[in-house]
C-alpha cells in the first residue's frame, strides 16, 4: 500500500516537472518571436557600436593633434601628415616622424569595425575605417583640402544611432543622387582611382551644413558611412 502511494507520488512530481518545462519552452518561445522586444536589443547593441565609432573618431582627433602640436606642419598651404597605412610598401620608408598609423610617429593603431556594424554593399573599396586628406569640406575656414575621418559601409542602424548621440535625431541626411558616397568621404584616388568631390551643400543638400560629424546615406539609402572631420583650415 505504502509502495502504491510512493509511485503515485511520483507520478505526480513528474507531471508537474513536464508541466514546468513546458511553461518555460512556452515562454522562450513568445520571447523569440516577439519583434518588438528583438529590435529594441539589436537597437541597444547597435547604440553600444555607434558610441564605440564616435569614441574611436575622437581619439584618432587626440592624436592628430598632438602630432600637430609636437611638429608636424598643418597650416592652410602645407601639411606634413601622411595617411599610408600598415600594409602600404613604404610604411616603414623613413621618415616615420609624420605618418599618422606609424609607432614612431601617431603611434596610432588602425582600427576596425564591429563585425555586427558592418553593411558592405561595395568592395571598391571595402567596408572600414579611411583617413586622410583629399577634399575640402565646405563650412571650414578655407577652401583648402581637411583631414577626415570615415567609417565606410556601416549598417542603417547604426549610422540612426551615431546621427541621434551627435544630433538627438535618428534622421540620415542623404547625397545628392549623381555623388557616390566614396568620392565624398574617402580618398579615392588613393584606395579606388577615383575622384574625389567636396563635401558641400551641393553633395550633401539638408542635414550637412556645418556638422563637424554625421553619418549620410548615399542616393538609394543602400549605403551608410560615418565621417568626422579631424582637422580643417
Known amino acids: 500500500m505504502m509502495n502504491s502511494k510512493s509511485q503515485s507520488g511520483n507520478a505526480v512530481i513528474y507531471v508537474l516537472i513536464v508541466v514546468v518545462l513546458f511553461a518555460a519552452l512556452g515562454f522562450t518561445l513568445s520571447r523569440q518571436s516577439d519583434t518588438s522586444e528583438t529590435s529594441s536589443l539589436d537597437t541597444e547593441r547597435a547604440s553600444i557600436m555607434a558610441t564605440q565609432l564616435i ?10 593633434d598632438q602630432m600637430i602640436f609636437s611638429g608636424s606642419a598643418f ?12 600594409d602600404d610598401a613604404a610604411f616603414n620608408t623613413a621618415p616615420n616622424i609624420h605618418k599618422v598609423w606609424h609607432p614612431s610617429g601617431g603611434g596610432m593603431t588602425l582600427p576596425t569595425l564591429p563585425p555586427d556594424a558592418v553593411h558592405q554593399v561595395d568592395a571598391d573599396p571595402v567596408a572600414g575605417w579611411y583617413l586622410g586628406l583629399f577634399n575640402n569640406v565646405e563650412w571650414t ?24 548621440k551627435i544630433t538627438g ?3 540620415i541626411p542623404v547625397l545628392a543622387g ?18 574625389n568631390v567636396d563635401l558641400d551643400t551641393t553633395a550633401c543638400v539638408a542635414g550637412c551644413d556645418g556638422m563637424p560629424s554625421l553619418c549620410i546615406s548615399n542616393n538609394a539609402g543602400t549605403m551608410w558611412s560615418f565621417y568626422s572631420l579631424i582637422e580643417s583650415r
Not at 147 to 160: F, G, R
Not at 178 to 195: E, F, N, Q, W, Y
Open 141 to 164: 575656414p578655407t577652401t583648402a583640402t581637411d583631414v577626415v575621418l570615415t567609417a565606410h559601409q556601416i549598417s542603417k542602424v547604426v549610422c540612426e544611432q551615431v546621427n541621434k
Open 55 to 64: 569614441e574611436k573618431a575622437n581619439q584618432v582627433k587626440q592624436g592628430v
Open 169 to 171: 535625431t535618428t534622421t
Open 178 to 195: 549623381a555623388v557616390s558616397i566614396k568620392d565624398v568621404l574617402i580618398d579615392t584616388a588613393k584606395h579606388t582611382g577615383g575622384a
Open 75 to 86: 597650416t592652410p598651404t602645407t601639411s606634413d601628415l601622411v595617411f599610408i597605412t600598415p
